[in-house]
């Protein structure tokens, strides 16, 4: 394995996931992580993350000298390639201009860590301090305009040092790079699947777990539900499975959801069924963010009165990817900062239960790679994403039942439709928005005034940034016909053609 040291980078994570994705085992730790845990543990390579500290400052991350004398290959990115500087007898110094964003590669010499890297190949960098003084047995094997001390060596030794960030998609022979390190210099094997991912994390959650009981918040979107299916696995009936249902899902959704779970996996869900009291919270109200924070509080509510049935569970269950969590390693090395968007937050603390989080260094496609190995349902699996306030969202004004049933309705015949001419997978997420706008229409001799609706798909990675797709306009002459004809209550539709920025992908 790998040993990832984190100095506090945004891109710490996506280390990582360069190295999965070369099917090599990493595991992230914090730069202060145990030396003799090091030793013992005996990774194929050590690689020192980034950080957004300089070297010298006074409470700056540090890492135990002694590492550089393991006979462990390293590299040091960025920060880290600054720390090997600094601990080998080099210099590092504030530049007079921070480097910011891309640039090229001259590469000098031959050296195994850029073997078949393009001269003037395009790197991606980000640091306001250079090293200008090499440390003592290095050698220089790359330099850019503004870093003539661009990339560094110690052959010998197995240390290595790059000044720009590999690990992200700009620099364009960045996995080139990482795999030289990763196969050439560190030997090793790209054997590592979700097959793997899976029987570790059932060996890790039993040795935590023991015979005590766990309670997992299954929403029943595809997170939750491939945590659920992996830690039944592992704990068997010492895992409780709730499921809410808000009344904000989509057309039979959390009967969907129930069925699948036992037909699959014969795993039996304690289904809530809450969506009177959600409704009844929800009347009147028409601001998007009280609407969140409404159905928040009585999620937590509801979730905990049914959990409190369970008393002698110890642990919660939760989906949560690395996207949701914006983590970062407090930099004095004490305390972890987490920043989340989840429906759940706080709950954890609220009930003393401690927080078990499988998925929380994956992405999404990582997850859904892992659910199919489990054995869940490929339609299941590849469902869009879909945001915890649900459908709440998506009637805009004012919620009520009848509004929640046109709205499934719709959206159901446009994402039949999406399945019927197989364009379904090339859409990050599509879906019906309910307008709270009425419109004059005529069908037969009758004036009608109903309802507009807007429908909504996109593309997108990681819902960061998203384009809105383009359909043949027959498709969505069809699916127009079929709502205005067969939904009572809509007699217009609209398609969405904005991108975000500086749209967002819902409505609200
Ligand atoms: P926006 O609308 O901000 O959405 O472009 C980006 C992604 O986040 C989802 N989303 C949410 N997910 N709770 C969630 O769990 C929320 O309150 C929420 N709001 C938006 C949205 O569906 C899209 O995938």
Known sequence: KIIILDFGSQYTQLIARRIRESKVYSEIHPHHYDLNKIIEERPKG??????????????AP????????????????????????????????????????KAEINII??????KDVENNSVVWMSHGDYITELPNDYKIIARTENSPICAISNPAKKIYGLQFHPEVVHSKDGKKIIDNFLFDLCGCKPDWTPGNF?????????????????????????????AAVLLHKALGKNLINIHVDTGLMRKNESNDVVKMFKENFDIELVHVDASELFLERLQGVTDPEKKRKIIGNTFIEVFEKEAKKFEDAEFLVQGTLYPDVIESV??????????????????????????????????????????????????????????????????????????????????????????EDGIYDNIWQAFAVLLPVQSVGVMGDARTYENVLALRAVTSTDGMTADWYRFDHRFLEKVSNRIIRSVKGINRVVYDISSKPPSTIEWE
């Open 62 to 101: 540090v890492v135990d000298k002694k590492i550089f004398e393991l006979g462990i290959p390293i590299l040091g990115i960025c920060y880290g390639m600054q720390l090997i500087a600094r601990y080998n007898g080099g210099n590092v110094e504030p530049a007079s201009n921070r480097e910011y964003g």
């Open 198 to 226: 899976i029987e570790n994390t059932i060996d890790e959650v039993k040795k935590l777990v023991g015979d005590k009981k766990a309670i997992c918040a299954l929403s029943g979107g595809v997170d939750s539900s491939v």
């Open 330 to 419: 407090s930099v004095k090395g004490k305390s972890v900062t987490i920043k989340t968007h989840h429906n759940v937050g706080g709950l954890p603390e609220r009930m003393n239960l401690k927080l078990i989080e499988p998925f929380r260094e994956l992405f999404k496609d990582e997850v859904r790679e892992i659910g199919l190995k489990l054995g869940i349902p490929e339609i299941f699996i590849k469902r869009h994403p879909f945001p915890g306030p649900g459908l709440a969202v998506r009637v805009l004004g004012e919620i009520t039942k009848e509004r929640l049933d046109i709205l499934r309705e719709a959206d159901d015949i446009f994402i039949k439709a999406l399945h």
């Open 46 to 59: 050590i690689i020192l993350s980034g950080g957004p500290m300089s070297v010298y400052d006074e409470d």
């Open 109 to 114: 010499g031959d050296d195994n860590l850029l």
